[in-house]
């Protein structure tokens, strides 16, 4: 289960505009798979080629009727990626999708985009949650209804039920080797002690494939930073020491036009165009979320900063505003009044000095 928790007690890294260079291309492969898949061994092979061979490739697993299947997940990709018809089924960027032996080719082909902005993003982990914490920075001014979604994945899963047994339509029949296997001269199935699966979706941010609506606003400037985050409940059988986030900036029309992976367990972030900033800016906290009457914006400042507030609605209409203010370092309250406000979900966005946080709250 996923949840968008809206008390942001992490800490805002920062960058300046100067750090920016041009975003460098992610290409994420989504695979359509599962334990009772016979020719699903395929795709396994594949995405472990791309692994080795391709250090821009972001690779996710979408199970289906298996014990690692994410329902949100599957269930959506089944009635959105563009061709899916069957499995094995892998989609490059959701633009397009064929056969898993379409990796390859996919990959290829999207590697040569373009993209608009670089991302970046950390996994934190609080008590019994994980932060996936997002960072986008565009080159070009972009508007429409552009999102950031978010993934975990997990590298190393291993089960002892028959659930994690792999069907193997090559046993004894075409050849295949790759990802630790002689497929075809293993069993159908591989039983579940002697297989190991990468790349697995875990969880799916807020339950949303293409993201949550507001989670950028309808005008993204160049050079500015724009932050977003999604909080996951922590499922106690993960590993996390082999858990990933993925972050994708995910445009009006469904394609991924860029992506980053990040660890969790070390804290560390993947290479994915931007500069890791040298200090924390500030800090967010919005309360009581959900609210009635009032919401307390408390923005914590490591340095002076010029911050403005905003409240948008779903439309995109700005319904309330607190004009620029020059603060100080330190603690700085904002009382937000919504008691005249239609019940439903807004979104606070905090503008400080050159980046923008998107805080969604419910009010009710």
């Known amino acids: 289960m996923t949840k968008n928790k809206l008390i942001l007690g992490a800490l805002a890294l920062g960058l300046s505009a100067g750090a920016f260079a041009q975003a460098e291309k992610f290409v994420v492969?989504?695979?359509?798979?599962?334990?009772?898949?016979?020719?699903?061994?395929?795709?396994?092979?594949?995405?472990?080629?791309?692994?080795?061979?391709?250090?821009?490739?972001?690779?996710?697993?979408?199970?289906?009727?298996?014990?690692?299947?994410?329902?949100?997940?599957?269930?959506?990709?089944?009635?959105?990626?563009?061709?899916?018809?069957?499995?094995?089924?892998?989609?490059?960027?959701?633009?397009?999708?064929?056969?898993?032996?379409?990796?390859?080719v996919g990959f290829a082909t999207r590697e040569t985009e373009t993209p608009v902005a670089a991302i970046d993003v950390h996994g934190y982990i609080s008590g019994d949650q994980l932060e996936i914490r997002i960072l986008c920075q565009f080159d070009s001014q972009q508007t429409g209804d552009w999102r950031l979604a978010g993934v975990v994945t997990e590298d190393g899963v291993t089960g002892t039920s028959s659930g994690y047994a792999q069907a193997n339509y090559f046993s004894g029949g075409s050849p295949l080797t790759g990802a630790g296997h002689d497929w075809q001269a293993e069993p159908n199935p591989v039983p579940a002690a002697d297989m190991v699966y990468d790349h697995v979706a875990r969880a799916l941010g807020d339950d949303e494939l293409n993201g949550v609506d507001a989670s950028l606003p309808a005008t993204m400037s160049t050079g500015v930073n724009y932050w977003y985050s999604y909080y996951v409940d922590i499922d106690p059988e993960w590993d996390l020491n082999n858990i990933h986030v993925v972050a994708m900036l995910v445009e009006p029309s469904g394609t991924i036009n860029n992506a980053g992976k990040g660890d969790v367990a070390s804290g560390e972030v993947g290479t994915v165009g931007l500069e890791e900033a040298a200090a924390n800016i500030f800090a967010i906290t919005a309360f009581p979320n959900p609210a009635s009457e009032f919401v307390n914006l408390t923005v914590d400042l490591q340095e002076a900063s010029s911050v403005s507030i905003e409240v948008i609605n779903m439309l995109g209409a700005v319904v309330s505003t607190i004009e620029t203010q020059n603060l100080a370092i330190g603690t700085h309250y904002n009382e937000i009044n919504v008691a005249d406000l239609t019940e439903g979900v807004y979104f606070i966005k905090t503008t400080v000095n050159e980046t923008v946080e998107m805080t969604k709250i419910v009010v009710q």
């Not at 396994?44 to 329902?71: Q, R």
């Not at 563009?82 to 898993?100: L, Q």
């Open 29 to 104: 492969l989504e695979e359509k798979t599962g334990t009772w898949c016979g020719w699903c061994p395929y795709g396994t092979v594949e995405f472990a080629i791309l692994e080795d061979d391709e250090p821009n490739f972001i690779g996710i697993a979408v199970h289906n009727s298996d014990p690692m299947e994410v329902t949100s997940y599957d269930d959506q990709s089944a009635a959105s990626f563009p061709g899916f018809g069957g499995y094995p089924y892998a989609v490059a960027d959701r633009i397009e999708g064929d056969h898993a032996a379409y990796a390859g």
